[in-house]
T-cell receptor, first 114, second 110 residues
Framework: EAGVAQSPRYKIIEKRQSVAFWCNPI?????LYWYQQILGQGPKLLIQ????????DSQLPKDRFSAERLKGVDSTLKIQPAKLEDSAVYLC????????????FGDGTRLSIL | GQQVMQIPQYQHVQEGEDFTTYCNSS?????IQWYKQRPGGHPVFLIQ?????EVKKQKRLTFQFGEAKKNSSLHITATQTTDVGTYFC??????????FGPGTRLSVLP
């Protein structure tokens, strides 16, 4: 079984620039999550999708972050414009239908803001 | 809001020693999951606990859910260098969403 695919693995941009991350979940997984993990901390949920609908985006900074999952499969997360405090690893995870199922994580995208 | 603590924040052990980390919640939990994240890696699911007082074992790892369903522990017997990493609990509170704890970072000295 192929795992969760994410790209790119690394990204370096200057503050105020834009950046986008892509995630392809495990086939058949209806639930997709985007997390932000700052060094030394636990993953913080940004947004949760169930198929192509948003279940929880309460911690997504909507003035600069956006995410979509148009066809209920892969997803993109965008930051525009980036701030220094956005430097983190952005993890994508997927799980079967309900949110209390085990999550499978991708390798993440390490974002550095200069 | 839901408060999740993990104790200790860091633990350094000599290889062969035992290790325990605790996950404590301010509210009663529906279930709890444990994940391990190796340095530079991503979290990997270890186990899920649902029942009050539940105990599950995976080789040298023992997981326990408290009787009041407000805390959980992960115990590793005779640590090995392969156990190095950060151990996270992910807790689910009735009516709320899952939250990851801050993690316990384990170092094992050979």
């Amino acid at each position: 079984e192929a795992g969760v695919a994410q790209s790119p693995r690394y990204k370096i941009i200057e503050k105020r620039q834009s950046v986008a991350f892509w995630c392809n979940p495990i086939s058949g997984h209806a639930t997709l999550y985007w997390y932000q993990q700052i060094l030394g901390q636990g993953p913080k949920l940004l947004i949760q999708f169930q198929n192509n609908g948003v279940v929880d985006d309460s911690q997504l900074p909507k003035d600069r972050f956006s995410a979509e999952r148009l066809k209920g499969v892969d997803s993109t997360l965008k930051i525009q414009p980036a701030k220094l405090e956005d430097s983190a690893v952005y993890l994508c995870a997927s799980s079967l239908e309900v949110s209390n199922q085990p999550q499978h994580f991708g390798d993440g995208t390490r974002l550095s803001i200069l | 809001g839901q408060q999740v603590m993990q104790i200790p924040q860091y633990q350094h052990v000599q290889e062969g020693e035992d290790f325990t980390t605790y996950c404590n919640s301010s509210t009663t939990l529906s279930n709890i999951q444990w994940y391990k994240q190796r340095p530079g890696g991503h979290p990997v699911f270890l186990i899920q606990l649902v029942k009050s007082g539940e105990v599950k074992k995976q080789k040298r790892l023992t997981f326990q859910f408290g009787e009041a369903k407000k805390n959980s522990s992960l115990h590793i017997t005779a640590t090995q260098t392969t156990d190095v990493g950060t151990y996270f609990c992910r807790v689910y509170n009735y009516g709320q969403n899952f939250v990851f704890g801050p993690g316990t970072r384990l170092s094992v000295l050979p």
